[in-house]
């Protein structure tokens, strides 16, 4: 007896029901076609970015940002951590492309984060300060590395075209109970106001805590930002308040074009090094009488500004 209501598979003949279930689905196929992955965005570099574009191959205009961290940190937190970054920031995930035959750079923005943390190991990093000073803290030292690390002095060949990244992470091991976090950035992207803001949503982001607002700011992609000069309202860029603004986003780049320093030797490789003061508690209190007691006194000789951190004891 046949239980089944259609003919059994020794049947020799099929149902019109079985043979449309058995039919490929062509149809089905043509209108769901393999999704196409997005295509990276790009934007030719701005006056103010081009001009640092010019200067970071010589050494000038590499960002900085260094944590000295007591406890070792989670590589996953902190790499979804910069992740999000990325997602909100999206000029940090960008390369920046030479085009020799044109002449040009532009930003070339992937769809996803790709940016990774580069780990190295006590023996790797005690390779990079086996020949400084020892009398200097091994974190200074990883510091003026990072300042010297030019990833970008490839574009000094103008006669090929070249593509970087223009953010790279590196933790460094110091010892067995200190690390450092250093983060090097193209200034055309981050300059030294720039990183204020984005070591704070760092801290922020890594703490787990929503100061502001900001931590639902990175629930969302945003575009890749324009150009400095794309945002002055059109028909305003020649009065002098966007004028003076302009300018004052290059003085930080002018600084280190001045004429009247004497240099004795200008041949021999040049470096950046740091210089750090540090102040006992008589000192740091002359200073805050002079300085109407703030946290932070702003001193101005020759033309420059230093800006001397305080601690107290």
């Known amino acids: 007896m046949n239980l089944f209501p259609f003919p059994t598979s ?36 701005g006056a103010t ?34 992740d999000k970054l990325q997602n909100s920031r999206p000029l940090l995930r960008t390369k920046l492309r030479f085009n020799s035959a044109a002449n040009t750079f532009s930003f070339i923005t992937p769809p996803d984060p790709h940016v990774r943390i580069q780990p190295l190991d006590l023996s790797s ?24 690390k030019n990833s970008w002095s490839t574009y000094l060949d103008q006669s090929s075209d070249a593509e970087t990244n223009v953010f790279f992470v590196t933790l460094y091991t110091l010892s067995e109970n200190r690390w450092a976090v250093v983060l090097r950035l193209h200034t055309s992207t981050c300059d030294r106001a720039a990183a204020v803001g984005l070591l704070r949503e760092l801290l922020v982001l890594m703490g787990g805590e929503n100061q502001g607002g900001i931590a639902e700011e990175y629930e969302n992609e945003v575009e890749v930002s324009l150009g400095i000069e794309d945002y002055i309202p059109r028909g ?46 008589d000192d740091t209190q002359k200073l805050l009488d002079v300085s109407g007691h703030s946290v932070f006194a702003l001193l101005h000789s020759s033309a420059r500004y230093w800006l001397f951190v305080m601690p107290f004891t």
């Not at 020794?10 to 992955?37: C, E, G, R, V």
């Not at 990079?128 to 510091?143: A, K, T």
Request: aromatic fraction near 6%.
């Open 10 to 45: 020794s049947s020799p003949s099929k149902t019109k029901t079985q043979q449309q279930y058995n039919m490929p689905h062509h149809d089905q196929d043509q209108l769901d076609p393999i999704p196409q992955a997005p295509e990276p965005k790009a934007r030719p570099v």
């Open 49 to 82: 970015e081009y001009s640092w574009c010019r200067s970071v191959p010589l050494g000038t205009g590499i960002t900085v940002l260094a944590l000295l961290l007591s406890k070792q940190p989670n590589i996953h937190l902190l790499q979804t951590t910069l």
């Open 125 to 148: 990093t005690a390779d990079i300060i086996s020949n400084s000073d020892q009398s200097i803290d091994p974190y200074h030292v990883i510091l003026e590395h990072e300042l010297n």
């Open 236 to 281: 305003k860029g020649n009065k002098p308040f966007w004028a003076r603004g302009i300018d004052m986003l290059g003085y930080s780049l002018n600084s280190f074009r001045l004429s009247n320093l004497d240099f004795v030797d200008a041949d021999s490789p040049r470096g950046s090094r740091v210089a750090r003061l540090q102040l006992d508690s």
